[in-house]
């Protein structure tokens, strides 16, 4: 049984890669897994006393909660015995993602690609290549189709 971590930002991509991490668990006897990796927190953060301040933490609280309602919307339907999760995390994108695929045992990581600019970024984008150089475990870019 293989778990398969399928790595989300609520791009376009995201229903595309939930799809192809679904399938591959489903192909591999095992579960998918949602991950979200959040921004840090402002160092800064907090700190106002101000009502008006443009951030707080209770605004950043509001925000995790949101993205992990959003996170939890988006999780394949359970099948059978074996649900995936949802998990939305704080921290640096590739650690965080490279630490979550240890923990769970995975056994592929799914991510998309964005497109950004030049050749090698058009092809992968930044997360997709920091991944696939520094992952011991097999990388499956979905690639956005915009249009």
Not at 43 to 49: E, L, N, P, S
Not at 106 to 125: D, K, N, P, T, Y
Not at 126 to 133: G, I, P, Q, T
């Amino acid at each position: 049984m293989r778990e398969v971590l399928a790595c989300v930002d609520f791009s376009d991509a995201t229903d595309a890669v939930v799809a192809e991490a679904a399938e591959l668990a489903r192909d591999r006897g095992g579960r998918i897994h949602v991950l979200h990796v959040a921004a840090d927190e402002p160092v800064i953060a907090g700190y106002d006393k101000d009502d008006i301040s443009p951030y707080t933490r209770h605004d950043r609280a509001g925000q995790l909660v949101d993205e992990r309602r959003r996170l939890h919307d988006r999780r394949p339907p359970r099948r059978r015995r074996r649900p995936g999760r949802a998990l939305v995390v704080m921290g640096p994108t590739i650690d965080k993602i490279l630490e979550e695929a240890e923990r769970i045992g995975a056994g592929e990581i799914v991510v998309g690609s964005h497109g950004h600019s030049g050749l090698r970024h058009l092809l992968l984008g930044n997360v997709a290549e920091a991944l696939v150089k520094r992952s011991t475990r097999p990388v499956v870019i979905v690639p956005v189709r915009h249009g």
